[in-house]
């Protein structure tokens, strides 16, 4: 059974996410859509100018040559321009494709070619130039449209033209043909691909996920069956919208919701703009999680002794509360009475200066999170819910809900999903969010879906309560030496709880024993060298210094406390690199990749086996 053999998802009479928007533009009109800061300050963008640009975005598509079925790649941060791209293509049966801002010249031009992209859209200069270097080999594009025309006054182009003209040509086109629009978005099918999305592509080429109308429409309604989530509501745009979760959460979620999408000014500002906007429900992946629990945890270390012991009691009344929560049981008055306190007196003013004061739905996937890491954030008075999915089935699988939550596992299975484990101890998943396969790959989509399966790489099991537990990946399972399986991802999570360590690796396929690479913190580790006088000059010399290893060799210690000893890390190594998103070694959302770490830093590695 395929997702095609479910009946198609119908939201309102909208059977495909362009009828839903067009429904929803009409049906909200006046009010506020999206904001985005502009010169310092936040402008609104209503339902009736959304849907005024994608229609124009669309239309001018049609007119620059686009047909039904054909693809459109955008290369852009985050912002309301990304939203109108997407609309606009799937209102005139274009296939949305998003590229990684950090992805190379030879990268873009792969994409393109599998894709067959016929009109490519690039943020500003930096972008543009990825795409001019690479399109003499792509004789299949068409146009290329620019954002940001900042620096390109001067620059001339038959290709090239701005998002401002579009829009004309667009409104030129509406003017002549005033019911094409309406009539297109009529013309759209559950079955039709809507949009692509490309995996990482950490073993081997990207491949193209195919994700049709049906399996966006079926997530949607399911998403917003969990997530008390409504038009009053405000959300923060700051993950890749080329990644799967943030394109549900801040472009298909808000479709049904009405909810308003604030979009950060830039990667740089997410600390800062989360603080203005405040926003209500937050969805981010664990590294996201990580940082706001560093900070606070840095901060304390400057805190004075009566602020240390008050955010002691407020905490503890807070685990209080939360172990009642995780167990099911009932608090007494006199830890709700202390709890109440130390909220208002001290776990309010973390919370405000973390930017979730107004937060009642706090979401984190796309990778394991450390359970201890949850359980802080549940002290501190928020809902926080771990979640499962992949691209693979159009985001959610499966998801920790308030009445039925476990720590560390990743939830129930969602309405209408079928999870099961297979005899190698597989996550296999079936409904019909499963994506229609990969573009040009047939043989890769029939080793991925077999029978309606999905199987997702995943190893876990499902316990007696039905909760889904995963373990780890099956590529990443280490068996070591002496035959011992670890499941890495357990040890890893326990040292990125630490506000030192950015990242770290586990080691030890076919080794004696367990090492790590780490990769510190940069800014948290500077100023722990900075504070005690550590001389450094630059970020390998901080990774140097016996100070800095002597800290990180401390927080490993402390992690292997909570392992067998056949699961402690025996020897470690720092990365002394600063890496960053454009980098191979990391994921778009800035996660190791294993191995490829452990094939470029392979002698690095050998030193600790030595």
């Known amino acids: 059974m395929n997702a095609m053999t479910y009946p198609p998802t119908v939201i309102d009479g909208a059977a495909t996410t362009c009828q839903l928007f067009w429904a929803r533009v009409k049906q909200h009109d006046g009010k506020i859509a999206m ?9 609104s963008i209503t339902w009736a100018e959304y849907g005024a640009r994608a229609r124009a975005c669309g239309l001018g598509l049609v007119a620059l040559g686009l047909k039904r079925g054909e693809t459109v790649s955008i290369l852009s941060d985050n912002n309301p321009e990304w939203l109108y791209l997407d609309m606009g293509i799937l209102g005139v049966g274009g296939v949305s494709n998003g590229v990684y801002t950090t992805d190379s010249a030879k990268q873009v031009e792969y994409l393109c070619r599998d894709s067959q992209t016929r009109i490519f859209v690039a943020e500003n200069e930096e972008q543009l130039d990825k795409i001019l270097e690479v399109r003499d080999r792509l004789p299949g594009l068409l146009k290329i449209i620019v954002l940001d025309m900042e620096g390109l006054r001067d620059f001339h182009d038959d290709m090239v033209i701005s998002i401002d003209e579009l829009y004309r040509i667009g409104e030129e086109y509406h003017h002549a043909a005033p019911d094409f629009w309406e009539e297109q978005i009529a013309l759209s099918r559950p079955e039709d691909l809507a949009i692509l999305i490309y995996t990482s592509g950490t073993t081997g080429p990207p491949k193209g996920a195919m994700i049709s109308h049906r399996n966006l429409m079926f997530q949607i309604s399911n998403l917003t069956g969990f997530i008390d989530i409504g038009p009053e509501d405000e959300q923060l745009s700051f993950l890749p919208l080329c990644h799967v979760a943030e ?10 919701a009405g909810s308003i999408v604030n979009f950060v000014e830039g990667p740089d500002t997410v600390p800062e703009n989360i ?64 709890f109440w306190i130390g909220d208002r007196l001290v776990l309010k003013n973390v919370k405000r200066l973390l930017g979730l004061d107004r937060a009642h739905y ?53 309405p209408h999903t079928e999870v099961r484990i297979s005899d190698e101890g597989e996550i296999l998943l079936k409904g019909p969010h499963v994506f229609m396969g990969y573009l040009n790959q047939p043989e890769k989509t029939a080793e991925t879906v077999t029978d309606g399966w999905l199987h997702t790489g995943d190893v876990g099991y499902i316990d007696n309560s039905g909760f889904v537990k995963i373990t780890d990946r099956m590529k990443d399972i280490i068996i070591t030496a002496g035959g011992k ?42 100023k722990y060298a900075q504070d005690r006088d550590v001389p450094f000059t630059n970020f390998q010399s901080l990774c140097r210094a016996q100070e800095v290893l002597d800290l990180i060799r401390d927080e490993i210690e402390n992690v292997n406390k909570d392992f067998a000893q056949v699961e402690t890390i025996k020897d470690f190594r720092l990365i002394e690199e600063v890496l960053t998103a454009e980098d191979d070694e990391l994921t778009p959302t800035m996660k190791l990749k294993r191995a490829f770490v452990n094939q470029k830093y392979k002698s690095l590695i050998d030193t600790m086996y030595a």
């Open 35 to 43: 904001r985005e800061k502009k010169l310092g300050i936040w402008q």
């Open 247 to 256: 394109r549900s959460f801040s472009v298909f979620l808000p479709l049904f």
């Open 275 to 338: 603080r203005e906007v405040s926003p209500t429900v937050f969805f981010a992946v664990p590294r996201i999680w990580e940082k706001f629990y560093s900070a606070i945890t840095l901060q304390l270390k400057e805190a004075t002794s009566l602020q240390k012991w008050a955010y002691d009691q407020a905490i503890r009344a807070g685990y209080k509360l939360a172990e009642h929560r995780l167990n099911g049981t009932t608090p007494s008055v006199m830890e709700k009475v202390k």
């Open 362 to 414: 706090l979401g984190s996937g796309a990778a394991p999170i450390a359970p201890a890491l949850i359980k802080w954030y549940l002290a501190l008075g928020l809902n926080m819910y771990e979640v499962y999915g992949q691209t693979e089935n159009a985001g959610l699988a499966t998801s920790n809900l308030p009445q039925q939550f476990k720590l560390g596992s990743v939830g129930v299975p969602v």
């Open 485 to 526: 399986n670890i499941t890495p991802s357990e040890i890893e999570n326990q040292l990125k709880f630490s506000p030192y360590v950015s990242d770290a690796v586990v080691i030890g396929d076919k080794r004696k024993y367990l090492t790590a690479l780490i990769m510190i913190d940069y800014e948290n580790v500077e």
